[in-house]
């Protein structure tokens, strides 16, 4: 009885008597120990799973967007990668008139949006914080037709810097056919379509994109003119 009350153990290593309080700092001790090695193991194991989620989710994102875009296209009928883009006129927010062919010097990202699309504003949000200032911001244009004084405090609230046109009851877009947003188009300097994706970018999208634009305009300017993002 009074053996188990007490509970006498015995050290393996000394051969020692040892009592209740002695394994408990042991088991103490070795719980620190343990955790000490485990935590930042099991930290970078989850850093590793969590990027590999997000290439696994990214991937599975790219699939299903163009199997959407593919549908959408194939719905709307009007352009395929390939084609040459209407060399359009449309009013920016400001009230100056622009035509496409104006406003293109090279490769550039055009962008339908509206303002009360969720969607949207998480592209605009990544365009944001992609690009780096106004050299990058000439390779993107913005598409609407929401209130031109709502777009003004859209620029100003997202810090955009690029031309954002007025499609006025959506005239442009009508003919296309453009019913999904956001709606992205890709063209060349001679406005022939590259790429088109009826859906969000990722962030990886943006960053590949400003930087082959970046590599031509260092390319045709002989110097870089571009400083470190904000």
């Not at 009013?91 to 009360?116: A, C, M, N, Y």
Request: aromatic share 10%; hydrophobic share 35%; charged share 25%.
């Amino acid at each position: 009885m009074a053996h188990s009350l007490l509970w006498v153990g015995r050290t393996e290593s000394t051969g020692g008597v040892y009592g209740p309080n002695q394994e408990y700092k042991s088991r103490v001790y070795g719980g620190v120990l343990l955790a000490c090695v485990a935590y930042p193991l099991g930290t970078q194991f989850g850093s590793w799973m969590d990027a590999l989620r997000q290439m696994w989710n990214a991937d599975e994102y790219r699939k299903q967007a163009s199997e959407q875009t593919a549908a959408i296209l194939r719905k709307m009928g009007t352009i395929q990668v390939g084609d040459t883009l209407t060399d359009f006129s449309l009013e920016d927010i400001d009230g100056q008139w622009h035509r496409l062919s104006e406003l293109v010097i090279d490769k550039t990202l055009i962008t339908f949006v509206k303002p009360d699309c969720d969607a949207c504003l998480i592209e605009l949000e990544r365009l944001r914080e992609s690009a780096r200032g106004p050299d990058d911001y000439e390779h993107v244009l913005l598409i609407t037709s929401a209130n031109p004084l709502h777009l003004q405090k859209l620029r100003a609230d997202y810090g955009l810097g690029c031309a954002i046109l007025y499609d006025e009851e959506r005239a442009f877009g009508n003919t296309l056919k453009v019913r999904s947003f956001p709606f992205n188009i890709i063209i060349d300097g001679s406005r022939v379509i590259e790429e088109i994706h009826a859906n969000t970018l990722l962030p990886e999208d943006y960053e590949r994109f400003f930087e082959e634009v970046r590599s031509r305009d260092v390319e045709t300017a002989g110097v870089s003119t571009y400083g470190a993002k904000e």
